[in-house]
């Protein structure tokens, strides 16, 4: 067990993302940090090392996007990097203030997470600044703030360089963001086709576990891109035009996981083998029209040659119409039929989805405001703002995440700087440095990094130590560092550890030529082992969640944002009240990131470097058929069914019901631990217990498209109540749910 993962975590070090290096960004970073570095020693100033802290943070800073929004990502590091370096150079001249200053200060910039991942990189960046100043005290006031000076004119300069004589066009990098949707959907769809012609369960529960997060994500992403190149801009043609393409992705994403639903229901049916594979022509086909989509919207200017659409629904119903009449109607089954006639509306829908998006994004570079885009769009795309003190208020509790950490990294800091300080440690910094570094919200992903740093910090320590042998010209070795400072930039999204070898090589060298010390290597090696072991025994020891405790709430959020779906699309098909439009879309946006959320829970969990108890089965099924679950209400979701006789409508109003009471059941069972309710007779509750002449014989003949659909939900739900009982009997507890007086859910 230890052998085997101790092999796991190895190759968590090693394993490189499939990403390409960020090439143009490891030369900017690598001109914002190294000329100034330069331009300071020409002139013999004293400031050289804070020049080159604001030009390398804030060039970091620059993760692209909207001009916006790396503008003021850029100007906050910036500023909370001056301060910070100005009141950590003012602290460390007094030894018995450095200590609690380091706690409030460090857990202050941890605690701008609340405000999002841009805010919580931020105060990172800025803790990382306030712990070297700490290690170099200001000897004067005037001092301090010839610190904040120089640190501002890197940073100025690293922003001229990126926002200014680095040319960037606006919605460049949101149009990158919508392609890229279409290229995920592409992908989405040629999988579908591949996979309709027959093929097993498991191959299409692989397509959910591989696809759907992935493209869920993407369409967050290029939401959140497109929301801030928008913001505080005048309203465009272009714009308008993105967020229409944007919109039409995601339909396309829904009415791309029904067809799919569909599909694997027909997969084996008997008289559709031809529907089967012409909707394999129509998928590929539609697959290459998205990919030409995506390149349409990635070019700039005029569009040379729209999409091909040479493809629709029509065959597909001609097909049907042929095997009914060649093999008669009773080889088919009438489920089937009704089926194989759903994928066809299914198929016309996403012909003219493909239509309109043709045709919006072949005007692009049209920036007249677009007509189509105030019909068509329905959802609201901008960031909605919150107050300013909420994220405060929900995160000042014990059980928040935020919180924790930020106490978690403070404290450790704090020891970090009281240890280097009894130690006498040259280049103390490094140490605290490594732990603000590593110390990440969660143990998992803390230890993993933590091996990546060390391992990382010895070989480029080992390589700063032979080229240190050698070359003693600084010229030289300036110019080594340039390279490295844009390799170590270039690489951090490919792999962290890579990342750290050659932040090393850099910094000890740049040490080096400053100190005239040639052995610092052994010491920047020395100060991130003992950052490492500080780092790991505060995510152990200070106010630690395991994942083990944090997951199952996070697959409970997922099964509840499931319901919520569920409740709000069967609540529009029985013709109730439904509010706003967009409000459907959002349920169906919320249920997708919840269940993203445990699925990185769940790889949390796997990392953790502690021995697992539970077994992994009913967990790793309990994730894959919330999905199947959400991917068979979004199948119901797309079809428009005929309205029901009242006493079928009755059955199905309590079917509804006892669903949303039993996925709400799951959700708490998984939650607690305990095992869920008996699974009430659902077959009963689709009409079994209805007289043959009333609502349940008109609902299994007349509606059999709406009856597969059903079962197929419940099937999914089943299969959930039997993962969560087995969770249950494996960890002991087989505590149910208090049942009403008639057997069912109370």
Known sequence: MLTRRLIEHTKDVARFAPVRPAVKAGLRAAIATILPVLVASAFHLAGAIWLSVGGFNTSFADKGGSY??????????ALACSLSIFVGGLAGAHPALAIPVALVWVSSCSFAGVYGPTAGFVGNIAATAFVISLALPAASLLEGLERVGFTLVGALWAMLLSLVLWPIRPY????????????????????VGRLS??????????????????IRETLEAARGTLAATRRGRQESGRGERLLVLLQIADATFETGVALADVLESLAHGSGVRPAREEVARALAAFSQSLQELARVVETEGPVRRLPSLDWSAEALREALARAETAEGADTMRVVDRAQALHAARLLAQLREFAGIASETASSLSDDRPSSLGRTLLGIDLSERKRPWLEPLRENLSRDSVVLRHALRVGVTTAIAVWLTAR???S????????????????TGPTFLKGL?????????GILAALVAAWLHDPHAIMLLVFFTVAISVAVISVNYGLYTVFLTITFVLLAEVGTGDWSLARVRILNTLIGGALALAGSWLLWERPEKELFPEQLAAALRADGEYFQRVFAAWLGEPK?????LGEARRKMGLATINAEASFQRLLSEPRRRTEPLEPLMTLLAYTRRFAAAVIAFSSTQHERVTERARA?????????????????????????????????????????SSGGGEALAVDEPLLRAQLERVVRQLTVLHGAASRRATVGGSHSETPRGPDGGYQ
Request: aromatic content about 6%; glycine content about 14%.
């Open 427 to 442: 280049h103390g910094y490094w140490v605290t440095i490594t732990v603000l570094t590593i110390m990440m919200p969660y």
């Open 579 to 583: 509010g706003p439009e967009p409000v």
């Open 197 to 214: 012609t027959g093929a097993e369960t498991a191959a299409w529960q692989g397509l959910i576990q591989g696809h759907h997060g992935r």
């Open 452 to 460: 990546q740093r060390v391992v990382g910090t010895m070989v480029g």
């Open 68 to 77: 916006r929004s790396r503008a003021s990502s850029m100007g906050a590091v």
């Open 423 to 425: 130690l006498q440690q």
């Open 651 to 691: 059955s199905l109003e309590r079917f509804a019901r006892t669903t949303e009471q039993v996925l709400e059941d799951l959700a708490g069972a998984v939650a607690q631990g305990r095992a869920p309710g008996a699974l009430p007779d659902f077959g009963g509750l689709l009409g079994a217990d209805v007289p």
């Open 172 to 191: 460049r990098p949101s149009r990158l963001a919508v392609a890229r949707c279409f290229h995920a959907l592409s992908d989405f769809v040629g999988e």
